[in-house]
């Protein structure tokens, strides 16, 4: 084994042998399939569970909060398309650091989109219980207990709803990735016509006073906001982390993340004008389930509240799933670097998938979403989520740089600028959260590192390579 040595933190993984590594899972998905596993990763969590926390945080403005963080995702997006039409593999950011940054870099990054994903995994999964619980309402004039369908701090013990939740995703995910992305594409369209039947009910009753003032929490406000919401957006990573399981992935790859991002905004935006014209901003506050409520309070009926329960909880259940997915593709790709125990890369040979790795990020993801409340949840999985945003727009510039003969079968546009702004961007957002969230991410960072120098720096495959 080699020994510790300041060069070896920097050591990168060479992009041609990325191209002649057998992935060991079977490559199933096209463009389609991939955009929709963006679509599935992202539509839901900020406009079904996020939603109700960012209007309070900035009022009608929470318009431009969208807005916003759609801009800082879709210049991230062309960086990744970029990337990932270079670097094909599982492992995302993790990857692309690997190739850019080095070593140290590339684990910590890792570290970051663990945590992103455990964690809105999570997040997600406290939100659907509370949908599952406003549709026992509209169906039977019950809900369920908060004992058991809140997390402690909210008037509960033990959530449930999620951990039922986490473990569907995880039994489906068990069969095969082909039937996971055949169910995901039906749950995504489910979601997106629910959606649309909001937008048109909502529109309804707007009423533009409800948008007056516009920003009654300033710059502020709307930064915090737009922070808040940024960690739905980590579907367009999940993309990049099918990259062995996407045919020819390095034109399906770019193509399946621009796709993901263009519906996904379309769909943000429309929706959160329709629901801040709808109803008062003052009325988000502390509101469960809060756009199956404003349909209720339109129409003064219930069906139109109990389609959109149904349609938040199959919105949900596919998030968790794309989630969980994209997380055990990264630890896979970190196990076949060396940086994590082999357990993690071991493919059940009928499924073609990781087992023992799915089950524990989903036994994971339930105790989080079990015993932890909601805020805390989001605010870490947006940290996490504009680190590695900001991570892969620097390794744009850096691998244009350090290896132009590189082909490349798709370029970001306007560079350097592009990938220089969506830095600005994610350092922008990350400044707006709150300082709790950046001393626990210092924590959970300062963990990694402690991890890598004690089992990964010895272990990884550069190190054992340079050893031989």
């Given at each position: 084994m080699s020994g510790f040595s300041a060069a070896n933190l920097v050591r990168c993984k060479p992009v041609n042998a990325i191209e002649r590594r057998d992935p060991g899972l079977h490559r199933t998905m096209g463009v389609w399939q991939l955009a929709m596993l963006g679509v599935g990763g992202t539509i839901g969590t900020g406009i079904f569970v996020a939603f109700n926390t960012a209007v309070p945080e900035a009022g009608p403005?929470?318009?431009?909060?969208?807005?916003?963080?759609?801009?800082?995702?879709?210049?991230?997006?062309?960086?990744?398309?970029?990337?990932?039409?270079?670097?094909?593999?599982?492992?995302?950011?993790?990857?692309?650091?690997?190739?850019?940054?080095?070593?140290?870099?590339?684990?910590?990054?890792?570290?970051?989109?663990?945590?992103?994903?455990?964690?809105?995994?999570?997040?997600?999964?406290?939100?659907?219980?509370?949908?599952?619980?406003?549709?026992?309402v509209d169906l039977t004039g019950h809900k369920l207990p908060d004992a058991i369908a809140q997390p402690p701090g909210h008037g509960g013990y033990f959530n449930l709803p999620a951990v039922l939740l986490v473990v569907s995703c995880m039994i489906l995910l068990l069969r095969g990735v082909r039937e996971s992305a055949a169910v995901n594409v039906i749950l995504v369209l489910a979601k997106l016509a629910v959606l649309a039947l909001f937008a048109v009910i909502a529109f309804s009753a707007f009423n533009l006073h409800h948008l007056r003032p516009f920003a009654p929490k300033g710059l502020g406000g709307i930064g915090s906001a737009a922070s808040t919401i940024f960690f739905s957006y980590i579907g367009l990573d999940v993309v990049s982390t099918a990259g062995d399981e996407a045919r020819d992935p390095q034109r399906t790859l770019p193509r399946g993340i621009i796709l993901a991002l263009l519906i996904v905004t379309a769909a943000y935006v429309v929706v959160a004008i329709a629901a801040v014209g709808a109803q008062p901003w003052t009325q988000f506050a502390g509101q469960d389930a809060g756009l199956a409520v404003i349909l209720r309070n339109i129409t003064g009926q219930a069906w139109p509240s109990e389609v959109l329960s149904v349609g938040a909880i199959v919105s949900i259940f596919s998030v968790t799933l794309v989630i969980i997915y994209g997380q055990t593709r990264i630890l896979f790709a970190m196990s076949r670097d060396g940086l994590l125990p082999e357990l993690f890369q071991r493919v059940n040979p009928t499924t073609k998938t990781p087992t023992w790795n799915t089950v524990i990020v989903s036994g994971a993801i339930a105790l989080l979403a079990a015993f932890v409340p909601l805020d805390i949840l989001t605010n870490l999985t947006s940290l996490g989520t504009l680190a590695a945003f900001a991570v892969v727009s620097g390794g744009v510039i850096i691998l244009r740089r350090t290896r132009p003969d590189v082909p490349r079968l798709y370029k970001a546009p306007f560079y350097p600028v592009l990938p220089a702004a969506s830095v600005v961007f994610c350092l922008y957002l990350i400044v707006s959260l709150p300082w709790i969230t950046h001393l626990m991410f210092l924590g959970w960072l300062s963990a990694a590192g402690l991890f890598y120098f004690a089992y990964s720096h010895k272990r990884s495959a550069l190190a054992l390579g340079a050893a031989r």
């Open positions: 403005a929470v318009i431009a909060a969208f807005v916003i963080a759609g801009i800082t995702a879709a210049l991230t997006a062309f960086c990744y398309a970029e990337l990932s039409s270079v670097l094909p593999e599982s492992g995302s950011s993790y990857s692309y650091a690997y190739a850019t940054l080095g070593e140290l870099a590339a684990f910590m990054i890792g570290a970051c989109l663990l945590l992103e994903y455990t964690v809105s995994g999570a997040a997600v999964a406290v939100g659907w219980g509370q949908y599952l619980n406003e549709l026992l």
